[in-house]
Nanobody
Framework: QVQLVESGGGLVQPGGSLRLSCATSGFTLDYYVIAWFRQAPGKEREGVSCISGSDVSTYYADSVKGRFTISRDNAENTVYLQMSSLKPEDTAKYYC?????????????????????WGPGTQVTVSS
């Protein structure tokens, strides 16, 4: 069955970096879309970044553009989120999510309801 497990979260100072990993199993990355979302206490889940399985197109929220980079390693069945120049407002629980490419509309990549499978999340705290 489809499984996603995030790792790499932790406590980091403002301006620091972290790399999150999303280990996947039960499906072939080439035919799926993988996205990163985050949710801070009292806030809605927010789309952070997305990478498609076919042409490896990438998408970013305006709030992280130029600071975060999404990538994938098909051999390792893993998707990464490299986060740099971290700010306190990046503090949240980060989740990876996936759905099949079939009938995927990239204009809604940031909509949580478009994804079928989710990992349990990993906490990222940016604080001095």
């Amino acid at each position: 069955q489809v499984q996603l497990v995030e790792s790499g979260g932790g406590l980091v100072q403002p301006g620091g970096s972290l790399r999150l990993s999303c280990a996947t199993s039960g499906f072939t990355l080439d035919y799926y879309v993988i996205a990163w979302f985050r949710q801070a206490p009292g806030k809605e889940r927010e789309g952070v970044s997305c990478i498609s399985g076919s042409d490896v197109s990438t998408y970013y929220a305006d709030s992280v553009k130029g600071r975060f980079t999404i990538s994938r390693d098909n051999a390792e069945n893993t998707v990464y989120l490299q986060m740099s120049s971290l700010k306190p407002e990046d503090t949240a629980k980060y989740y990876c999510a996936t759905r099949p490419l079939w009938r995927w509309d990239d204009s809604t990549w940031y909509v949580a309801g478009r994804y079928n499978y989710w990992g349990p999340g990993t906490q990222v705290t940016v604080s001095s």
